[in-house]
């Protein structure tokens, strides 16, 4: 899908952004920048804490993937995280 046809669904009616949003073959990138240096377990655990009831209790596991993707580091402030979904 091309960089048009994003915008013209996002100012479409919520029934459109709705079904974009649940389509796979529409790409989506979450883009989180700190504010201030955070280090990576309070970040994950926050964003985990955000998405584990959001998820109704399916495919919890893939949150223990997503965990173990993430460095055991920190994010310096304005440091940039994207994630294409």
């Known amino acids: 899908m091309n960089p048009e ?3 013209a669904i996002k100012k479409g009616p919520a029934e459109d952004i709705e ?10 990138t979450i883009r989180i920048v ?10 994950i655990s ?5 998405l ?10 893939k949150l223990e993937e997503f965990k173990k ?3 055991p580091d920190s994010f310096a402030e304005a440091a ?3 994630m294409t979904v």
């Open 69 to 71: 993707l993430n460095p």
């Open 80 to 82: 940039i995280i994207e």
């Open 19 to 28: 079904q974009a949003l649940l389509d796979p073959s529409i790409h989506r």
């Open 5 to 7: 046809s994003i915008e």
């Open 52 to 61: 584990e009831p959001r998820m109704n209790g399916e495919d919890l596991d």
């Open 46 to 50: 926050a964003i985990l804490e955000a």
């Open 34 to 43: 700190m504010y201030r240096e955070v280090d990576m377990e309070t970040c």
